[in-house]
């Protein structure tokens, strides 16, 4: 069965979407850290608590000590309140001290808007081979995230905690975009995690190397065609790879199904009994596979490296060793905060799509969830957070200028391309507000923006997802690596192996 597009009909929030997968860092590392309170105790100074608002979601406050933003009513006190301690893990591992610094300045005004609650920053990302040692371990932070593509089988597990009447009453829950909050219901309804950003699949391309092989950077490849064209050509004239292709920690999978999708072949199907079929040994499927082989083996278009993941990936791209290659349209972010990205190099476009009616773009995103180990005043500080942290600054000219202004002043990007996380008219509202705080090179963003609205975007495999993609690691990898790889005998394989988990449930 052909999934639904994640934007399809956005403006009537139709159904759809799971993650990234997510993004796919090197390594996850989970450690508590220091709290960087010098900028923070400045920022205490000048920030006001905001008062809590019936029609508003609640944001800090520029304004001066003492004064409330219009139609606010106090904010809660803390007598009313037992203190409470929170971990929240939203601080990439080898984040800048820029990036640090931002954070901490948000902490602080969530501890002034809520002087009960301490929120203690944890380093976290997820990778695949490492959340469930540290989920079955208890060591992740008490508001952690995750892609997409693990909310439904954490559920279904209990393994997050049931957040729904929490959100519920939040002010703002009708404007979710239906179709991206989906990813964190059971199949009750009940939200278990709140989405906290989404995106769609580009091709990210480095302007320089295009210049410099003779390419205009304004005009990158529309069709997976050119895309072999331009890249043989930078692989000649620049000495690098014209394009790249991540092949480890399930982001091989991940990345072909991208290209399947593109070319409008499926990884699974579900049948109107709900059966699900895993299809990875489709046509599209091997057409990607033939076309990688081709680029590496005819063209040697693809360097040398063949152990790409998703962190050494990016690294190699901002260090100009990479023409081209798939990602997340929101990248920038990572490369600037981690790999020290040269901003003019950075380009996106849309990805290719076949003249196939159901080629469309793998979309994805990042949810918000809370661990089971805690305590009712944990949850519910945690969800106070992720409104505070995730949502705040999506909904409210002044949490969306707060935040700009923050990011910007700690010399982080703002106005990186996303998908809505509520409906699209929201969205639009909110890049209004941060107009004159956005410091990326959005003119070289253009060939994304201005056209992945009108693209059909389609879920990831909806059922043991990352058992998936791992399972075609291994073969992608053969491909790039053994001139002679047999691809149909490698999916049916895969295949096989793939339905294997699916039928242990």
Not at 187 to 193: F, N, T
Not at 384 to 394: G, P, Q, R
């Amino acid at each position: 069965m052909v999934q639904t597009s994640l934007f399809r009909g956005l403006a009537t929030q139709a159904k759809s979407q799971s993650v990234r997968h997510i993004e796919v860092s090197e390594e996850m590392t989970i450690k508590p850290q220091s709290r960087f309170r010098a900028l923070a105790m400045v920022a205490l100074t000048t920030v006001a608590v905001t008062a809590c608002s019936a029609t508003n979601t609640p944001s800090p406050s520029t304004a001066a000590a003492g004064t409330q933003a219009p139609g606010a009513t106090a904010a809660p006190t803390t007598a009313a309140h037992k203190p409470v301690t929170i971990t929240v893990g939203a601080l990439r591992p080898g984040a800048t001290q820029d990036a640090s610094d931002a954070l901490n300045l948000q902490i602080s005004e969530f501890e002034a808007k809520y002087p009960w609650i301490t929120a203690e920053p944890q380093e976290y990302n997820w990778t695949a081979p490492t959340f469930t040692a540290a989920l079955a371990a208890g060591t992740l932070p008490i508001v952690f995230t995750i892609p997409f593509t693990d909310g439904k089988g954490l559920i279904q597990q209990h393994q997050i905690v049931n957040i729904d009447a929490r959100v519920r009453a939040l002010p703002y829950v009708d404007k979710f975009n239906k179709s991206v909050l989906v990813n964190g219901q059971d199949a009750d309804g009940k939200i278990w995690a709140v989405p906290t950003q989404a995106y769609g699949m580009c091709l990210t391309y480095n302007r320089t190397l295009f210049t410099q092989a003779g390419l205009d950077p304004n005009n990158p490849p529309t069709t997976w065609d050119e895309v072999k064209a331009d890249a043989k050509i930078i692989s000649a004239k620049d000495h690098v790879a014209g394009f790249a292709e991540m092949a480890t920690q399930n982001t091989g999978g991940w990345q072909l199904a991208t290209m399947t999708y593109s070319l409008g072949g499926r990884m699974e199907t579900v049948g109107s009994d709900g059966k699900v079929t895993a299809t990875v040994d489709n046509s599209a499927t091997k057409a990607a596979l033939a076309y990688l082989h081709s680029l590496r083996w005819d063209d040697n278009s693809m360097g040398s490296t063949f152990d790409y993941n998703w962190g050494s990936i990016n690294q190699a791209f901002t260090a100009g060793q990479i023409g081209m290659f798939t990602g997340g349209s929101d990248l920038y972010t990572t490369m600037v905060q981690n790999d020290n990205l040269n901003s003019a190099d950075y380009g996106i476009t849309v990805i290719p799509l076949a003249s196939d009616p159901n080629a469309g773009v793998l979309g994805g995103g990042t949810l918000a969830a809370v661990n089971v180990v805690t305590t009712e005043d944990q949850r519910d500080a945690a969800v106070d957070w992720i409104d505070f942290y995730y949502m705040n600054k999506l909904l409210t000219q002044e949490g969306a200028v707060a935040d700009a202004q923050a990011l910007k002043d700690n010399k982080q990007p703002v106005g990186v391309p996303a998908l809505p996380i509520f409906d699209k008219a929201t969205y639009d509202q909110s890049q209004v507000w941060i107009k004159d705080y956005i410091n990326v090179p959005t003119d070289q963003m253009t060939n994304f923006t201005s056209k992945i609205f009108n693209e059909q975007l389609v879920n990831e495999p909806a059922v043991n997802t990352q058992d998936l993609y791992a399972a075609l690691d291994p073969v992608v990898q053969a491909v790039l690596t053994d001139k002679n790889a047999d691809i149909d005998a490698l999916l049916l394989a895969a295949n096989k192996q793939i339905q294997s988990v699916i039928a242990k449930g």
